[in-house]
């Protein structure tokens, strides 16, 4: 009894220095899309998401009393507010980037980003907008290449749909290792730190990673694209019930496992399975706050 006392307040010791006093319930990994210009001119310019709604999470129109993200650059922020797209009447939603001289020529909306919008751009020293057709979020991670050699022509941007791959793969790898290494120093705890136990999570975790993250990006490819089962608003929701899934998964491989490779009867594997995650999820949500292109 004493040890299972210990093991819990030392994961919770473990999850205190990541996770910030003040709790919040969305804290699954939110979609994102990446925009990288071509040809950009050699000048300031800012960017944007224009969204065919007028709230999305936090994100909202403003409405003559709900100014936020203007203090740095007011009158970039008022050029977007006063921006209407006559042609299919998508929202500004207060969120924008500085992009060109000296800044690089792409933006991520990291944070729950519009399911459905346009590209939008705005040069400051013409006073000039360029837009885009309408676009979709494809996958978790979305990316698209805008080409900005025509800006001046008044016509619609040129957008060619890009999937990261190589970018995409590497950072789910470090996810893994990452997760693993985690579940590793919790199974110290538990006393499943030998090497037979260790051959038992390692590929467990690894099977469960991918499962997980093939799930996000088919639910998305799923919502957007052929408008079924979950809705994207519903990916942290959607989020929880796969790591739901994932516990169940890996308690019961452990169960089935553990004993034929310990005869140590304070092993319990369904406790490791559930502190073991907790703590990867700790840690990640951490990681997610000071790195989120990695998540």
Same mark, same amino acid.
């Given at each position: 009894?004493? %040890? ?6 030392? *994961?919770?010791? #473990? ?14 990994? %939110? ?8 040809? =950009? ?5 800012? =960017? ?30 008022? +050029? ?16 924008? &980037?500085? *992009? ?38 494809? +996958? ?10 025509? &800006? ?42 030998? %090497? ?19 799930? @996000? ?11 079924? &089962? ?10 929880? #019930? ?9 308690? $019961? ?11 140590? %009867? ?11 995650? @907790? *703590?990867?999820?700790?840690? $990640?949500?951490?990681? +997610? +706050? =000071?790195?989120? =292109?990695?998540?």
């Amino acid at each position: 009894m004493k %040890k299972a006392v210990l093991r819990m307040l030392l *994961c919770l010791q #473990m999850l205190a220095l990541f996770l910030p006093v003040t709790a919040q319930a969305d804290i699954g990994p %939110k979609p994102a899309v990446h925009i990288t210009f071509r040809h =950009a001119p050699d000048t300031v310019y800012f =960017a944007t998401l224009l969204s065919s709604e007028p709230t999305n999470g936090p994100d909202t129109v403003y409405d003559g009393s709900n100014p936020w993200n203007h203090e740095e650059y007011p009158q970039i922020w008022r +050029a977007f507010v006063d921006y209407e797209d006559t042609a299919d009447g998508f929202y500004f939603l207060q969120n924008f &980037w500085k *992009c060109g001289s000296g800044s690089e020529d792409a933006f991520s909306w990291t944070y729950r980003a519009p399911n459905t919008f346009k590209i939008l751009c705005y040069f400051p020293d013409t006073d000039t907008f360029a837009i885009s057709d309408t676009h979709v979020r494809y +996958a978790f991670d979305t990316y698209y290449d805008v080409e900005l050699s025509g &800006w001046q022509s008044g016509e619609i941007l040129p957008t060619d749909r890009e999937y990261a791959f190589a970018k995409e793969s590497a950072f789910l790898v470090v996810r893994v290792v990452l997760t693993i290494l985690v579940e590793l120093g919790v199974a110290v705890l538990f006393g499943c730190d030998s %090497k037979a136990f260790r051959k038992v999570i390692v590929p467990t975790n690894i099977t469960t990673q991918l499962f997980l993250n093939i799930m @996000l990006n088919y639910n998305t490819y799923r919502a957007l694209i052929l408008h079924r &089962w979950v809705s994207t608003p519903n990916q942290g929701l959607l989020f929880f #019930m796969l790591e739901g899934v994932v516990f169940l998964i890996e308690a $019961g491989i452990y169960v089935f496992r553990f004993p034929s490779v310990s005869d140590k %009867k304070e092993v319990r594997p369904v406790s490791y399975a559930f502190w073991a995650n @907790l *703590c990867s999820y700790g840690v $990640g949500y951490a990681l +997610a +706050a =000071a790195l989120p =292109a990695l998540f």
